[in-house]
């Protein structure tokens, strides 16, 4: 068990929804990451939090966004969602800003109807 | 050219094999390299975790970094069923301003009895 949770396990919805996922850190753990991971792209970096803001972006749509509360857990939205978008969306966490040492949630695994 | 190559397999071998799992990267920058394994419907955990060229063992687990050919390996010693999984190879990136961990496509290993 890594300490990190995430909400919920599965999510199935139609197109054009929105949906939001849900991930809790380690405890003391400052960093939350989101990535998405789908058969053909592997594991892709969507975005960083550090300790409430936004602090780096990776392949993240528009249609996509994400935000860190004062109590550190994070939250990631999709909206419009489409087919393409089924995945498995990790949250990750660390204790510091810098990306190397990451700790892996369950994840979430959506699936777009 | 991708930043971090990796095949995905599948690769399959007897119970008691050396599995030999590889990755090739294109910065010659790269300080960091680390191991994940991912096992099925499940998030990614760190394995290993090494700096610079050389190896680093932890019990059967070897991982070995040869700078000069951007060539980093995980070698399984005694494989067991129990180590049928994703492996992940990952390495942290300062690019943009900010760190990000960059991941292999991943190979999936099978151990069979």
């Known amino acids: 068990d890594s300490g990190v949770t995430q909400t919920p396990k599965h999510l199935i919805t139609a197109t054009g929804q929105r949906v939001t996922l849900r991930c809790s850190p380690r405890?003391?753990?400052?960093?939350v990451y989101w990535y998405q991971q789908s058969l053909d792209q592997g594991l892709q970096f969507l975005i960083q939090?550090?300790?409430?803001?936004?602090?780096a972006k990776g392949n993240i749509l528009e249609r996509f966004s994400a935000q860190q509360f004062p109590d550190l857990h994070s939250e990631l939205n999709l909206s419009s969602l489409e087919l393409g978008d089924s995945a498995l969306y990790f949250c990750?966490?660390?204790?510091?800003?810098?990306?190397?040492?990451?700790?892996f949630g369950p994840g979430t695994r959506l699936t777009v109807l | 050219q991708k930043e971090v190559e990796q095949d995905p397999g599948p690769l399959s071998v007897p119970e008691g094999a050396i599995v030999s799992l590889n990755c090739t990267y294109s910065n010659s920058a790269f300080q960091y390299f680390m191991w994940y394994r991912q096992y099925s419907r499940k998030g990614p955990e760190l394995l290993m975790y090494t700096y610079s060229s050389g190896n680093k063992e932890d019990g059967r687990f070897t991982a070995q970094v040869d700078k000069s050919s951007k060539y980093i390996s995980l070698f399984i010693r005694d494989s067991q069923p129990s180590d049928s999984a994703t492996y992940l190879c990952?390495?942290?990136?300062?690019?943009?301003?900010?760190?990000?961990?960059?991941f292999g496509a991943g190979t999936r290993l099978a151990v069979h009895p």
């Open positions: 405890s003391g753990d400052l960093s």
């Open positions: 939090y550090y300790n409430g803001e936004e602090r």
């Open positions: 990750a966490s660390s204790n510091g800003l810098a990306a190397d040492t990451q700790y």
């Open positions: 990952a390495i942290p990136m300062f690019s943009g301003g900010y760190n990000k961990l960059i």
